[in-house]
């Protein structure tokens, strides 16, 4: 039976979240990593001296267990300030912010 025009073969489509082979294989095979307890001793070993660089740590934590739901990170109680001493380039005015 021929599809008609403008119909899909498969209309409903995979369902959303569901993963592919690769994806489960590759988060099983960082969480193994992950979960090792000598591996978990020699990255964090590596890390506190500095020769893991800090991406590394992170995208295996992403492949293992997924993004963070950054909805459950709680809000710092008291507001973070951060003040830049840049230099204007020379011919530029200096404006203050605070009126």
């Known amino acids: 039976m021929p599809f008609r025009p403008g119909q ?3 209309p409903c489509g ?3 979240g569901a993963r592919n ?3 489960l294989a590759v988060r099983e095979w960082a969480t193994g990593i992950v ?3 000598k591996v978990q001793a020699r990255l964090l070993a590596d890390a ?3 020769k893991l660089h800090p991406s590394v740590l992170t995208m295996l934590m992403t492949y293992a267990y997924g993004h963070p739901n950054l909805r459950d ?3 710092p109680e008291t507001p973070i300030t951060i003040e830049l001493n840049i230099p204007k380039p020379p ?3 200096r ?3 605070t009126g």
Request: charged share 35%.
């Open 91 to 93: 011919g530029v005015m």
């Open 73 to 75: 990170v709680p809000e």
């Open 35 to 37: 979960e090792e307890p």
């Open 95 to 97: 404006t203050d912010s």
């Open 14 to 16: 995979r369902p959303k």
């Open 8 to 10: 899909s073969g498969n």
């Open 21 to 23: 082979k690769n994806s």
């Open 48 to 50: 506190r001296t500095g």
